[in-house]
């Protein structure tokens, strides 16, 4: 089992839609979260964090967690073009902090 | 300028050969990690240090060596290349926290022939 688990895609989103990203993991004492954007053959930039259960929201995009359920979703709104790229979620581990996990990612892709 | 710098940016060497990977920060951070993304795989870590004294290795280490020589540079060697060494390697920094936001360099494109 992979211990941090997204669907590959491709997901195709209208522009103007609502993209949801979801992101499944296996160790159940992971504090933090994080979803990265990494456009095609560059590096992935951090865009959301988020350390306790709920939603957290910045512009565009909120990110959900729920611990219990060991699941964290990214949505973003009013889908823009721009937003296509693959979409990697990161954990920390319960052993402690240094280490993140990356699922393989989401590709996304905005049909204008 | 950028915060995270990786040279080279690219690469194309032959198996066998010497080959060192540079990573320079200017954010002040502590913490410096390389990684290595393989289509399929993901981002996969080789190597992480929270200071110039502190080396651990990361769940892929073995055909490759780091070093530390200072707060801001981070260096990946690789001491007899071979093909499937062949990726996208990333150098990343974070703030010696409990959040650990990683923030990541450009990258290297690495082809070993």
């Known amino acids: 089992q992979k211990e941090v688990e997204q669907n590959s895609g491709p997901l195709s989103v209208p522009e103007g839609a609502i993209a949801s990203l979801n992101c499944t993991y296996s160790d159940r004492g992971s504090q933090s979260f994080f979803w990265y954007r990494q456009y095609s053959g560059k590096s992935p930039e951090l865009i959301m964090s988020?350390?306790?259960?709920g939603d957290k929201e910045d512009g565009r995009f909120t990110a959900q967690l729920n611990k219990a359920s060991q699941y964290v979703s990214l949505l973003i709104r009013d889908s823009q073009p721009s937003d296509s790229a693959t979409y990697l979620c990161?954990?920390?581990?319960?052993?402690?902090?240094?280490?993140?996990?990356f699922g393989t990612g989401t590709r996304l892709t905005i049909i204008p | 300028d950028a915060d995270v710098t990786q040279t080279p940016r690219n690469r194309i060497t032959k198996t066998g050969k010497r080959i060192m990977l540079e990573c320079s920060q200017t954010k002040g951070h502590d913490r410096m990690y390389w990684y290595r993304q393989d289509p399929g795989l993901g981002l996969r870590l080789i190597y992480y240090?929270?200071?110039?004294?502190?080396?651990n290795k990361g769940e892929i280490s073995d055909g490759y060596s780091v070093s530390r020589q200072a707060q801001a540079k981070f260096s990946l060697s690789l001491e007899s290349a071979i093909p499937n060494q062949t990726a996208l390697y990333f150098c990343?920094?974070?703030?010696?926290?409990?959040?650990?936001?990683?923030?990541f360099g450009p990258g290297t494109r690495l082809t070993v022939l």
């Open positions: 990343a920094t974070s703030v010696n926290s409990v959040y650990n936001e990683q923030f």
């Open positions: 988020i350390y306790s259960n």
């Open positions: 990161a954990v920390t581990s319960s052993f402690g902090n240094e280490k993140l996990t």
């Open positions: 240090s929270f200071d110039v004294k502190d080396i």
